[in-house]
């Protein structure tokens, strides 16, 4: 249905060659773009928190140790690689925030 019609809009009004897509066109399709991401971004988000908390129960551990150790910890991790791949490109002073 509406994945087909919004493909075959932007297949359409694509732009070719050297000529850029009109503001008309792109603006609604980022918008488009952001909605469907931030939807993803939830739903995965929303599954992996209810998968954490299943785990949670079968091990015995209360939510609460659980939001300070494991959900906090797997929050800051992406931070954590970050900095040291910038640290590792040498870029030290990036890598202190």
């Given at each position: 249905g509406?994945?087909?019609i919004?493909a075959l ?6 732009p ?8 008309l066109?792109s ?7 952001f909605?469907?991401s ?8 929303d599954?992996?928190?209810g998968?954490?908390?299943?785990f ?8 609460t ?5 494991v959900?906090?910890w ?6 954590m ?9 040498g870029?030290s ?5």
């Amino acid at each position: 249905g509406l994945p087909l019609i919004s493909a075959l809009l932007t297949a359409r009004h694509a732009p070719s060659g050297d000529v850029p897509m009109r503001m008309l066109v792109s603006v609604p399709i980022t918008l488009w773009g952001f909605v469907v991401s931030a939807t993803w971004l939830d739903e995965i988000a929303d599954q992996l928190v209810g998968l954490l908390t299943y785990f949670g129960v079968l091990c015995r551990i209360p939510s609460t140790i659980m939001g300070i150790t494991v959900l906090a910890w797997g929050n800051s991790l992406q931070d954590m690689l970050a900095c040291v791949t910038v640290a590792r490109k040498g870029l030290s002073n990036m890598a202190i925030t």
